[in-house]
């Protein structure tokens, strides 16, 4: 079982940044492949960034070279630095955990941009 608890979120003017942190629970952490999902008023979860246990990460086109994806076994943390916002990157942002059969989230945390 994997327990995930998202901060970091909060209200930044477009073109600044904010850092993302999503603290995990359990033994296994670094088996894990985490993500961050956002979700926006009205659309669906949508992928944002990954990074596998092998520490090879992917982005939505997006938020390429805007974002950075990072992971800290030793702390079992994860980490979205999202850097340039826009308001079209306001959403609840959710931590996730895959491994084998496991599928964890956590609670979310509201980012929202404006103009």
């Known amino acids: 079982q994997v327990q995930l608890v998202e901060s970091g979120g909060g209200l930044v003017q477009t073109g600044g940044s904010l850092r993302l942190s999503c603290a995990a629970s359990g033994r296994t952490f670094s088996s894990y492949s985490m993500g961050w999902f956002r979700q926006a008023p009205g659309k669906d979860r949508e992928l944002v960034a990954a990074?596998?246990?092998?520490?090879?990460?992917s982005y939505a086109d997006s938020v390429k070279a805007r974002f950075t994806i990072s992971r800290d076994n030793a702390n079992k943390l994860v980490f979205l630095q999202m850097n340039s916002l826009k308001p079209e990157d306001t959403a609840v942002y959710y931590c996730?955990?895959?491994w084998g059969t496991g599928d964890y989230w956590g609670q979310g945390t509201q980012v929202t941009v404006t103009s």
């Open positions: 990074v596998t246990s092998g520490e090879s990460t």
């Open positions: 996730n955990a895959k």
